[in-house]
């Protein structure tokens, strides 16, 4: 929960960037219960003039634009709907034991990452996605703010970076982006298939180069704690660069595996409950002069 100032000087293309990172089942509801809190607090995420979402956090840069879409994300696995199939451990090990070979080129760990993908390539388990993600976000509709969401191609290893203009509904790109192999499958968008952003560059802080403010939000920080400080200085063009973790109460509410869906309520409260203490220090920089 640091706040780094980097330039003075008053020339920037953007004024307020928000990257929201990848987390898993806890992380997104840590992150929607966070922006719900904040907004109940008056200062509006989704207010940003250029939002970056990966993975967990392209659920929840999409429910910044629905209507009640942050509430809505209070609890959505209650009330009888029925539960996506979880994940599989066996197929995610092997997942992260490409990401681990050492010496092995980024690209090269995607391309691995993507033939894991691309066995688990159902038409019926990405429908079933897409109506998951569609109720999650409450909205079929890129926002007129600027969003940019991010996949990977999982056959190339090549990263995409989607906005409204890319010709992608917006579902799409959701569950593509949070479609990490071993939990969920990869999404077809035309004749490709696409898998998780976050394999490109974790929270891909770097597509928000230009931010007179940028906010980082890191809901998996604790698990790797290089990562914010590192992100944040990927996007070194901004004047100030402030980072939102998990607090010790929220770590908590996380449990010990971030994909645990009973994770989810109380991961929820405790982002919003954090959402208190991180108001002010970002309110100030959010709501400070505008760059001319």
């Known amino acids: 929960m ?3 100032a980097e330039r003075q000087d008053t020339e920037y293309p953007i004024d307020r960037a928000l990257v929201l990172g990848p987390g898993g089942v806890a992380g997104t509801a840590w992150t929607a219960g966070l922006a719900h809190g904040l907004r109940h607090q008056g200062l509006d995420l989704g ?3 250029l ?3 990966t993975s967990a956090g392209a659920i929840v840069a999409a429910a910044l634009g629905a209507e009640d879409g942050l509430a809505r994300l209070a609890d959505p696995l209650s009330g009888g709907r029925p539960r996506p199939a979880g994940p599989d ?6 997942v992260f034991a490409v990401l681990g070979t050492p010496g092995l080129a980024p690209e090269e760990a995607r391309r691995r990452v993507g033939r894991i993908a691309l066995e688990t390539a159902d038409p019926r388990a990405q429908q079933a996605l897409l109506t998951g993600r569609r109720e999650l976000i ?5 926002p007129q703010r600027r969003l940019l969401i991010t996949a990977v191609d999982a056959a190339s290893g090549e990263p995409v970076v989607w906005d409204r203009d890319s010709g992608v509904p917006l579902v799409h790109a959701v569950a593509a982006s949070s479609a990490f192999p071993g939990t969920a499958p990869p999404v077809a968008v035309g004749d490709r298939h696409y898998m998780d952003g976050a394999l ?8 928000a180069r230009g931010a007179r403010t940028l906010v980082v939000v890191e809901p998996l920080a604790h698990q790797h704690p290089r990562e914010p400080h590192r992100q944040a200085h990927a996007a070194l063009a901004a004047r100030t660069v402030l980072t939102v973790v998990p607090d010790e109460a929220s770590v908590r509410a996380f449990g010990t595996d971030p994909g645990d869906r009973a994770a989810w ?3 929820f409260r405790a982002g919003r409950a954090q959402a208190a203490a991180e108001h002010g220090r970002l309110l100030a920089a959010w709501t400070g002069p505008r760059s001319g």
């Open 200 to 207: 490109r560059e974790g929270s891909n802080a770097d597509l």
């Open 265 to 267: 309520a109380p991961s």
């Open 89 to 94: 451990p066996g197929r995610t090990a092997e």
């Open 2 to 4: 640091s706040d780094i």
């Open 47 to 49: 207010e940003a003039d």
């Open 138 to 142: 409450g909205t079929d509709a890129w």
């Open 51 to 53: 939002v970056v979402g």
